[in-house]
Each structure stands twice: as C-alpha cells, then as structure tokens.
C-alpha cells in the first residue's frame, strides 16, 4: 500500500511536466488541426541553448530556463512560419511531414553545434528529500510538479478570462464563426502555437533541471511522451491532456515498480492502444475547456 | 564498382521498400507512423529461418512476408475504424510495443558451435547467409533491386485494375466511396495487408545485409522517415517513394562534402518544396498529365 | 531467376569465424577517433593478415548515416589492427568490420562514444 | 449602402455566382429569395470576406470591400449571422456574445451592449451562463443574430435564418428582423421562405442558378410565382 501511495506520488510530479508536453501538442491541435511533429526538437534546442548558457557563460537555473523558453520560442516561430503558415487549409498531412523534416533539421543543427554524449543542466534544488511516514518527497521533484501546476493555471485563466483566449476557443470550436466574429484564425494559431512551444519549453526545463542534464534523445522521449499523454486523455481534449499527463506519469511509476523498468513503456503503450480501440480515436478538439 | 556505392544504392533499396509500405496507406488515405513494426517482424522472422534452422535465403524471405502480412491485417482491424490522427498514434504504439517486447525476447539456438538468435536488447547477431554462401555485395545489389524491380512492376499492374482506382476513390474520400458501394474498409484492411508484407520483405533483405539487427533500429524514427519519403516523392505513382529515398539518402549522402549537413538541407528543401507541392513532387495531377494520351 | 540462381549458389562454406575487439581513443580534432582492434579466431589465437574496413551505422537511425569505411591498417603487435574513424556526433553505433581477407565476412561490434573514446557496451 | 456589382464567384471550375448584381440600401430590409443551390450563401461568403469573387466589385458606403478579409469587413460594419445558426457550442451564451464583441476594445460600451441584448432577447439571459450546445435551434439563432450585432454592425446580413425552424419561431425572428431594422439597423436577409421574407422586405430580388432574374418590391411580382421561384427555380417549374 505504502508502494502504491508513493509510486503515486512519483507518478503525479512527473505527471506535471508530461501534461505540459500534451498541453503543447493540444493546443496547436485544437487552433490549428495540425500535429507538430517538430515540437520535441523545439523543447530540445531550448534546452541546448539553456545548456550552453550554463555553460559557456555560467549562467545558473533561472538563466537557462530562460534561456530555454526564449530559443524555444525562437525556434517554434521558424517552424510556424515554414510548415504550418505558409500551407495551405487542406495540407494537413504536408504540414506534419514539413515539420518532421524540420525536426531532423533542427536536431543535426543542435547535434553540430553540440555534439557531446550529454550537457549539464542547472540543477532545480539539491536539497534532500523529506522523509514522511516511510514516504519520501523530493524538493526538486516538487518544485517541478508545483511549477507544472502554476502553469497549467495560468493557461485555465487565459483561456477563460482573457480576449486572446476567448478567441482562441471560438478558434477551436468553429473556425468559420470565428472569422465572421472578426476574429483570425491564422493570427490566433500562431499565438497559440508560440505559446504552445513556451510550454514545451518550460516542461523540457523542469525534467532536465530535475535530471540536471540533456541528452540529443530527449527531443523524441519529449514528443512521444506528449503524444502519448494527449491521446490518452481524449486527443484535442484541454483537461484530458492534463489528466492524460498525470494518468501516464502514475501509470508509468506503478508498472516500473510493479513490473520492472522494462515493462514500463509496454505497459503504456498497451494502455493507449486499447483507449484508442474502446474510445474509437475519437477527436474532441477542446469540448468542455 | 566502389564499395561504397553498393552500400548507398542497397540501402536505397532497402528503405524504398519501406517508403513504399508507407505509401500504400497513404494512398488509401491513412497515415502510419508505425510500418518499421513489420520491418522489425520481417527482418527476425527471415533471420531466423535462414540462421537458427538453415533454411535458404528464398524461403526465409517468404518466411518473413508471410509473417508481416499477417501481422499487418491482425493490425489492420482493430485499427482501421480509427481515422486520422487516432490511427496514426495506434500505429505507433503497436510499433513502439513490438519494439519494446522485441527488446525482451530471447530466443537463442545453438547453431555450428555458436548460440544464435534475437537476445533482447543485444539483438540478433550472425545472420549471415550471405556471406557464408560468398554472394559477393554487387549480386546483393542485383538482388535487393530486382526485388524492388518486381514490386514496382507490380504495383502499376494494381493501379491499373480495378482494385487499384477503388483505392485512390477511397483515398480521395472514403464516405463518398462507400456511399458508391465500394467496400472502403475491407480495402484498407487488404492494403495494411499487402503495406505489412512489403515492409517485411524490406526487412528480410536488410537483416541478410547487414548480418544483424537489434530492437532500437526500429524506432518511430524509421517509420517517419519512410512516410515522409512517400510524401516527399509524390502521392501519384508508386515511384513518387522511391524518388524521395533517392533524394535524401542517395543524392546527399553521396556528396560526401555535405553530408554532416545532410538533414539540414534535406530538412529545409522539403519544407519548402512541401509548400509549393502538397502531394510531392510526382503528385496525382503531374502524373496524369504525364500519361495522358498513353493507352 | 534470381531465386534460382540463389537456391544455385554455393553451400555454406566450412570457416573459421572470427571475433573482434574494439577500443577508440578521442584525438585532438573534435568527433576524430583513434581505434584499436585486436582480431581474434575463435580460439582465441590472434589473426594476422586480415584485410578489413571499418564502417559505421547510428542504431537509432539504420540505412541513413553512412560513414564511409576507412581501411584498417595493421601493426606490429599479432592480431592487432589500427583505423581512424571520423563520426558525426557523440553517442551509440554500430561499428561495421567488413573483411575482404582472410575471407568475406562481417563483424559488427556496438560501442558508446564520448569525449574520451568510444568503449564497447551499451 | 451596399453595392454588389458583377460579382463572379467559382469553387475551382464552378461558377456559382455568374454576375451578380444587387444593392441594399440604408434603413431598409432588402431580401433575396432563390432555391437551394442558387448561389445565396455563395453571396453571403463572398460580401464578408470568407470568398474571394473572380472579378466584380462590392461597394460599401462607397468603399471597396474586395481584397479585404473577414476580420476588415467586420471592422467596417458588415456582420453575418450564418447559416444553420453557426454558434460556438462549447462556450457559454455570455462567451458567445462577447465573442461577437471581439474588435472593439472598450469594456463598457461592450457591457451594455451586453445588457442591452439580455433586454432584447430575455431567453438568453436566462442561460447565460448556459454553453451554447445546450440551447434549442430557436435561442441558437436568437444568440447568433445577437452575437453579430454586437459588433454593432450599420448593415446585417442574415443566411436563412427560418431554416429547420418551427413556423412560430420563424414568425419571432421575422418580428426581431422588423423590430431591429426599425431600431436603425439596415438588413439583407437570403431567404427560402418567401412567405415570411415579403412581409418584411422593403425590396427583394430573385436568384436562380447564380444570376438575379428579378428585382423589384413585394407586390411587384404574384406572391405565387415568388415562392415557386423561390424553392424550385423557373427552370424546373
């Protein structure tokens, strides 16, 4: 029982950062119908960029998670322009394979520039874990779970009390009322996209300070993991993401603890493809946010 | 002919089978990020026959096709009434599923002294027929593009049967299809069919080529990377795959100069050519006005 | 045809295989690899003569990075060989032996690089 | 106010509009009836922005509105309220109408908007805080007509707004329509339902297989023949 509880408890921290990641995926998904391929090798350039910042000028954590965001963001922007503005309504399909293209661009770039095995990373905290009644907490992993958290609030009020937010959720459910509402469905995606794109960034921050480094892997683990925590939860659907985020990061702990780390990935992918089966794929681009 | 070379153009054989697997699916409107699964399966499955039990290169090769294309309509049907992104996620976890349990299988004979077969995450190491049947690297070639060869001369014959327009009218828009009779899902099913043998196939010649293989070759990245060259090339005939792994592996690997900048060019070209040609390069509209007037 | 020219091809030949070890050494230039070979039967009795070349392939991404092989070079030392492998970035591959003497065969060994080497293992 | 002038309009090869020309002046509820398929919607479309017309000129309060996008033509005062009343049903009444507000930028003026519309149409009120989705055809159209006055549109435009209604609540739309053109607000109205559009109209024209075939004002033309016109084309009839 005391297992269970802390998997749990494990599973809900890094759950935090996997709900960003599917946050990221959703709301491109939601504005725009499209599915951002790149967005893995967007989280991974601003993490090298943190990395290389950390190192080369010593910046320390909040430095290069700034860092991190602004080159996110940079690199979020050249992907927008080229694989997801300039096609057209009905390349939905040319959109996503442009942007793997640009995936493995931006990935050989990243591994030119920097081509060692792994990069430090500031470390978020060093404290020790607390000791509680046979559980134990990490500092670093709470921190990352409540910033995960501040975040994913952060994102509610803006989507429900803001004119950019209304007007991206018009976006969302019906695009063609939208325009007639003066609202334009281009510029909204492309906010939405950067913004999607800061999140990713800040999710990629938090797992590589909590790790304190980066490897060139870590831009595929961040898209399968934010893949499949979006579809685990409804693909398109805003709190689905972040209940499917926290349902694989407490999943993913139980079964490694349960079954050994080698049935970890198993046991998710087994999980979404019968959630897929039963739930038919269905796409609920944003109901209920 | 240069070492080298042979290897470029054999690889190039090898993943066109492959794009072409992805292709087929995309013909029929469906998205797979998923088709390296029956690479995987092909690849053990033809290991396996001709390594742990002797059998001749031929037979292996079947072996695994046999294998793929089971494993391709098993796939088939629970996922074929996903659509759209929902399918194309179930293919990848059915793929990052097989590569996962691939990562745990051990299945080892003792063959000539040695233990042979898939062990886990290490692989399967010593497949290698060809080398103790002295097929020298250019007979290979001849074989891999004879192979790719047939396959080719056989999809055409396809595009032009009946079977073949169904699967473009249920590609270009399966409730229309179906509304005019055609059985749109019993066609993708035989499509995922086929589209799972194909890759199989590719796998078995690759495993023979390169005398092993282990579970990570067979990640997503490999499954894109072949989607990508179906778009890449063109939607229109089955030599749009082929001309997008002639692209990218074969013309800029072989300009030694730029191939630490392969993917940077090779990325920012097909952004940019995906703007100004959706559907690729050999897209159904360049195709059929390069053969119309032809009987 | 082709199957029948295959089902035609000659029996497998009676061999001796034969097994490698591999070590690299960073140099000064950056990705530049200094490795060491140590070729042995299956015995264990070193084998001098060999005629190979040294490729290598990323697992992660088979069929697309092709380092073009580079010519081992033997040393004084028995079943010791030499090869300098430039790659394109840190991390895991698959190093390619193929030998062209004393007979065609293909050794493939997995070493993890970084910046002080590239070592066998995973 | 408005002037529609020649307007050619084509889904690639397919001329849906062959030359249309008609015009809407200000104070008055101009109406144009056709059957199914005529090239209404088309019309609608290509006057707010959301089609681009092969060549014409449309002409509003003497500027071009051609070349401009949804976005700018709503600025200027032309709103739609969409065929198959065309809400966002997963925002609530109140999200929706300050979804219609979205380009104006002072916070008072859109709440008394606000309030204003909550008099008008007292059923929305009362599910304000209701999403859209849950509301019966009826208050749907009632909301998608309040949402586009809320850009405080000089001209509305409305695509069918009595389709798949039942005829009581056809008959309040039509009241709402006279009551807001009384108000001041100018009205171009497509219509199938020529019955309920010629009370109304101050002027009406016919639209057969994308050309005007009639223009005139209630009365002009047997009200007969109108409707016949109006859901079978001559053609056919």
Redesign the interface.
């Known amino acids: 029982m005391l297992d269970l509880i802390q998997n749990t408890i494990d599973g809900v921290m890094i759950g935090g950062a996997y709900a960003l990641l599917a946050l990221g995926f959703t709301l491109t998904f939601g504005v725009m119908r499209r599915l951002n391929l790149a967005f893995g090798a967007i989280v991974l350039c601003g993490l090298y960029a943190g990395a290389a910042a950390h190192q080369a000028l010593g910046w320390g954590l909040l430095g290069s998670i700034a860092a991190t965001l602004a080159v996110a963001v940079a690199a979020g922007l050249y992907v927008e322009r080229l694989c997801f503005r300039a096609l057209a309504e009905s390349a939905s399909i040319a959109a996503m394979v442009s942007s793997f293209a640009i995936w493995m661009q931006l990935e050989e770039i990243a591994a030119l520039l920097m081509p060692r095995r792994t990069y430090a990373y500031p470390a978020l905290s060093e404290a020790r874990p607390w000791e509680w009644a046979g559980l134990s907490l990490r500092p670093d992993q709470l921190a990352m779970a409540a910033v995960a958290l501040g975040a994913m609030a952060a994102l509610g009020w803006t989507l429900r009390r803001t004119r950019f937010g209304l007007a991206a959720r018009a976006v969302a459910t019906a695009p063609l009322a939208a325009r007639l509402a003066g609202i334009e469905p281009a510029r909204i995606g492309s906010a939405m996209f950067l913004l999607a794109c800061g999140l990713g960034g800040l999710a990629g921050a938090l797992i590589a300070a909590v790790d304190s480094q980066v490897t060139i892997k870590f831009g595929m683990w961040a898209m399968l993991k934010g893949l499949v925590a979006m579809t685990l939860g409804g693909i398109g659907s805003i709190p689905g993401a972040v209940i499917g985020g926290l349902a694989l990061g407490v999943i993913e702990s139980n079964a490694q603890w349960y079954l050994g780390a080698e049935w970890r990935d198993i046991v998710a992918y087994g999980l979404l493809f019968a959630v897929l089966y039963w739930r038919r794929g269905r796409e609920r681009p944003w109901t209920n946010s | 002919m240069d070492e080298f070379l042979i290897g470029v153009l054999s690889n190039i054989g090898l993943m066109s089978l492959l794009a072409l697997s992805a292709w087929l699916l995309l013909v029929v409107g469906e998205i797979s990020f998923g088709q390296q699964a029956f690479f995987a399966l092909g690849a053990y499955a033809a290991g396996i026959a001709t390594a742990l039990y002797g059998w001749p290169l031929p037979l292996g090769l079947f072996a695994g096709v046999v294998v793929g294309a089971l494993a391709g309509f098993a796939v088939a049907i629970p996922t074929m009434r996903l659509t759209g992104l929902a399918f194309a996620i179930a293919t990848l976890a059915f793929a990052e599923l097989m590569r996962l349990l691939l990562q745990l299988w051990v299945f080892q004979r003792e063959v000539d002294g040695e233990r042979l077969g898939p062990n886990a995450v290490e692989g399967f190491r010593g497949v290698r027929w060809v080398y103790d049947h002295d097929l020298s690297a250019l007979g290979y070639l001849g074989v891999i593009w004879g192979i790719v060869v047939v396959v080719l001369a056989a999809l055409f014959l396809c595009e032009r049967s009946r079977i073949g327009l169904a699967c473009r009218a249920v590609g270009a828009d399966a409730e229309l299809a179906e509304a005019q009779g055609l059985p749109a899902a019993r066609l993708k099913i035989l499509v995922a069919t086929v589209a799972g043998g194909l890759a199989a196939l590719g796998g078995g010649l690759y495993v023979h080529l390169a005398t092993y293989v282990e579970p990570q070759h067979f990640s997503i990245m490999l499954g894109v990377h072949a989607l990508a060259y179906g778009l890449i090339g063109g939607l229109g005939t089955a030599l749009g795959p082929i001309l997008g792994v002639v692209l990218d592996i074969g013309l800029l690997e072989a300009l030694q100069e730029i191939a630490r900048y392969r993917m940077i060019v090779f990325g920012g070209a097909v952004a940019v050519l995906l703007i100004l040609r959706p559907r690729g390069l050999l897209d159904e509209a360049l195709v059929r006005r390069l053969t119309r007037g032809k009987p | 045809?082709?199957?029948l020219w295959?089902?035609l091809?000659?029996?497998?030949?009676g061999?001796t295989?034969l097994d490698a070890a591999i070590e690299c050494a960073a140099t000064a230039r950056?990705?530049v690899y200094d490795c060491a070979i140590a070729l042995a039967d299956?015995q264990g009795r070193p084998v001098d003569g060999a005629k190979f070349?040294l490729?290598a392939?990323m697992?992660?991404?088979?069929?697309?990075h092709?380092v073009?092989?580079v010519e081992a070079d033997s040393t004084d030392a028995p079943g010791r060989y030499r090869a300098r492998l430039e790659l394109?970035?840190?991390?895991e591959w698959?190093l390619?032996l193929?030998f062209s003497a004393p007979r065609?065969?293909?050794v493939?060994k997995?070493l993890?690089?970084?910046?002080k080497g590239g070592r066998e293992g995973? | 106010m408005l002037r529609v002038g020649d307007v050619v309009t084509a889904y690639g090869q397919l001329e849906a509009l062959k030359g249309v020309s008609v015009a809407a002046e200000s104070g008055k509820i101009t109406c144009l009836l056709g059957p199914n398929g005529a090239g209404k919607t088309t019309l609608m479309m290509t006057v707010t922005g959301l089609l681009k017309p092969k060549r014409g000129s449309i002409a509003f309060e003497g500027q071009e509105l051609v070349g401009l996008s949804p976005s700018e033509i709503v600025a200027r005062g032309v709103a739609l309220v969409p065929e198959n009343r065309l809400v966002f049903p997963d925002m609530s009444v109140r999200e929706n109408l300050e979804a219609g507000a979205y380009l104006r930028r002072k916070p008072a003026e859109i709440a008394a908007d606000l309030d204003r519309m909550f008099e008008r149409f007292p059923r929305l009120k009362e599910r304000a805080g209701q999403s859209a989705g849950t509301l019966s055809g009826g208050e749907q159209q009632m909301l998608a007509v309040a949402r586009a006055l809320m850009s405080r549109p000089r001209l509305l435009l409305m695509d069918e707004p009595s389709l798949g209604l039942a005829p009581l609540i056809v008959e309040e739309i039509f009241r709402i329509v006279a009551e807001l053109n009384r108000d001041g607000t100018s009205i171009f109205l497509v219509e199938q339902n020529a019955h309920m559009a010629l009370k109304v109209a101050h002027h009406f024209y016919l639209i057969e297989q994308g050309r005007v075939t009639f223009s005139g004002s209630p009365g002009q033309l047997a009200e007969d023949e109108v409707i016949q016109r109006a859901y079978l084309g001559s053609k056919r009839g």
């Open positions: 045809m082709i199957w295959l089902m091809s000659s029996a497998a030949l061999q295989r950056l990705m299956r070349k490729g392939d697992p992660s991404m088979p069929m697309a092709n073009r092989p394109e970035m840190e991390g698959a390619r193929e065609r065969d293909v493939v997995r993890i690089f970084d910046d995973r």
